[in-house]
């Protein structure tokens, strides 16, 4: 819990409402009701901290009574009884207001860690759920920050703002009517004193903010310097072109630049702390100087001036708090709409409401393509223009085709990840469309040609396509897909770390340990997107007499990069801006003495996507 004394904006809190936030809640306005709903379940929760942030604030401002108390009567009247209680009565309320703040935080931030958690998990799920096109067209930052920058300040908002604003309001509230049961000429002094004291300190806190925000973007800046260029690739690239000393500089320049912001901003703090020091002794200053002048006191006590002046000093903080509020309040709708933003996402696809079986043990295999047609978001034409075709259960099925003439996309389309503009893809008659995404994962196996290996061991990169696969049966994958040997004879085996995505290994050697993860799952259904690519002719040769082993009895769709990779192929169509331009086995399409013939001629590999 934010106490009452200390509620207010610290150094660096924002003064005024950020244009982003503004901009964010016009595009996508949030509701207060969809906000409540998300402690809902927690309602109880949430008034017991109310209760706790209300009766801590209200227990503490008996301590200025008690005050009063001493200094006018227990003191001067030698009255002992009322001096032990009065002193009793301060560190009961101490002890009090401790204890109410130590279950309010615990209360409230387990309430908050657990919105937050169900947050992070359902934006993470939905997320998921996303076809590729999402994540095409927007950033990987982007959804980064979403997930932990985001949420990361709703749990700010949630653990502490609001509970500063209920700390603040009862604790503004109720300093004011005792400053006026006290003294209602100070309190009317008050009233004077006070708006010029708050300007100040705003302006002086404007100023600091403005600085900060400016030191953000200059880290933010120096971060992404040093992601891009002390990584792997950004090395590499560095070395490659002589960039050493380039990339050096442009780092000095931002450290310098952020260096002068730092002292900017030190010295702008101290301007602010400086400015709340003269407030708060001038404050109090003025108040001796009323309560001592004989036309001005009123005959007060001096158990009420220094009661007095206690409140006033605890009233200072809060009230700036809640002068900000309106920009809290838009800050932290701004950040639920941003996370609602991604939860409102429509899924393109998704599981069906009434899915079809297809246990992998009686999937034969066939694949269909009937008239199929994709296009692009914001693309001028079709990627896939009516295509019919068939793979029989067990054939092997070989596309071949210039670059964009829509080979990936239309072997995509097997794995579901992209659905028909119109057409249907099937297996075994049953349009994709009517099986489970897990069930379909389960059939379809697809190597890309872009091999990504998460930043773990071998083992657990394989094991990473089956869970609960056993180690004989990882090397018994890794064996088939050429690469059991290259393994075992690393230091560490299976429990090698294969580096940030994989780059302490060459690209034959990714390649193969992608192929052993798809064929860990064991499925039906095999696409290989230029799956050989990265290999060398030796290693090609053996990873290709592997996949020839283990494609027997599976239906497998291949990506062809060289066409001596697909000549026994079963069937071979060579695609030309979506379209089926020729099809069949390589003795009739070399016979037809057409685009596929030509190639063969050249002794060209089949054109790479």
Not at 282 to 294: D, F, K, M, Q
């Amino acid at each position: 819990m934010t106490s009452p004394q200390f509620g207010g904006p610290g150094p660096g809190r924002p003064v005024k409402i950020d244009p982003a936030d503004r901009v964010q809640l016009a595009e996508k306005p949030v509701s207060l009701r969809r906000i409540g709903a998300l402690f809902a379940p927690y309602r109880t929760q949430v008034a017991i901290v109310v209760a706790l942030i209300v009766a801590s604030s209200l227990i503490t401002l008996a301590n200025p009574f008690l005050v009063r108390a001493v200094i006018d009567h227990a003191i001067p009247d030698q009255n002992v009884p009322l001096l032990v209680w009065s002193v009793a009565g301060m560190l009961a309320v101490t002890v009090a207001g401790s204890a109410l703040g130590v279950v309010q935080t615990w209360i409230s931030t387990t309430v908050g860690q657990r919105v937050m958690h169900g947050l992070r998990t359902r934006v993470f799920t939905h997320l998921q759920r996303q076809s590729l096109g999402f994540f095409t067209r927007t950033r990987g930052g982007e959804v980064q920050s979403r997930l932990t920058n985001d949420i990361g300040g709703m749990q700010t908002v949630v653990t502490s703002t609001a509970t500063s604003v209920a700390a603040n309001v009862t604790t503004v509230v109720g300093t004011a009517v005792a400053m006026g049961v006290l003294s209602w000429r100070l309190s009317l002094l008050s009233l004077i004193v006070l708006p010029p004291a708050i300007w100040l300190t705003r302006r002086v806190a404007r100023m600091r903010r403005e600085i900060t925000a400016q030191r953000q973007r200059a880290l933010a800046d120096m971060q992404t310097q040093i992601e891009e260029s002390l990584s792997v690739s950004g090395i590499q690239l560095g070395k490659t072109l002589g960039a050493g000393p380039a990339m050096s500089q442009r780092f000095a320049d931002t450290s310098a630049y952020l260096s002068d912001l730092e002292v900017r901003s030190q010295l702008s703090g101290r301007w602010r702390m400086a400015t709340m020091n003269i407030v708060f002794a001038a404050i109090p200053a003025l108040l001796y100087l009323v309560a001592g002048l004989p036309a001005t006191s009123g005959g007060m006590s001096i158990g009420t001036l220094v009661a007095f002046t206690g409140l006033q000093g605890a009233l200072f903080r809060p009230l700036m708090s809640l002068l900000d509020v309106g920009v809290s309040v838009t800050a932290s709708l701004a950040l639920f709409s941003r996370i609602f933003e991604y939860l409102d996402l429509p899924v393109d696809i998704d599981d069906p409401e009434r899915p079809v079986p297809m246990p992998r043990e009686k999937v034969a295999g066939t694949v269909r393509f009937d008239d199929v047609v994709f296009r692009y978001d914001g693309a001028h034409r079709d990627a896939i223009d009516h295509v019919s075709l068939v793979a029989p259960a067990g054939s092997s099925l070989a596309l071949v085709g210039e670059t964009g003439s829509g080979k990936t996309t239309l072997a995509s389309m097997v794995a579901r990840l992209h659905d028909p503009t119109s057409g249907r893809v099937s297996i075994d008659g049953v349009d994709l469309r009517d099986i489970t995404l897990a069930e379909l994962s389960e059939l379809v196996g697809v190597v890309s040609q872009e091999t990504y290996l998460l930043h773990n061991t071998i083992r657990e990169n394989l094991r990473y396509a089956r869970p609960d696969a056993t180690d004989a049966q990882i090397e018994e994958a890794a064996r088939a897909a050429q690469v059991h040997d290259l393994i075992v004879s690393l230091p560490d085996g299976y429990d090698t770390l294969v580096g940030a995505r994989g780059h302490r290994f060459s690209g034959g050697e990714k390649q193969r340990i992608a192929i052993a993860r798809t064929l860990l799952r064991d499925p039906r259904i095999l696409v290989l997107d230029e799956a050989t690519s990265a290999l060398d002719n030796d290693t090609e040769a053996a990873v290709q007499r592997a996949l020839d082993n283990v494609s027997r009895g599976r239906t497998t769709i291949t990506i062809a990069h060289r066409l001596s990779t697909i000549r026994d192929a079963d069937r071979i169509v060579v695609l030309d801006h979506g379209r089926v331009v020729e099809s069949g086995t390589h003795d009739e399409l070399v016979a037809a003495g057409a685009r596929y013939a030509l190639l063969e001629r050249r002794g060209r590999p089949a054109l790479v996507s």
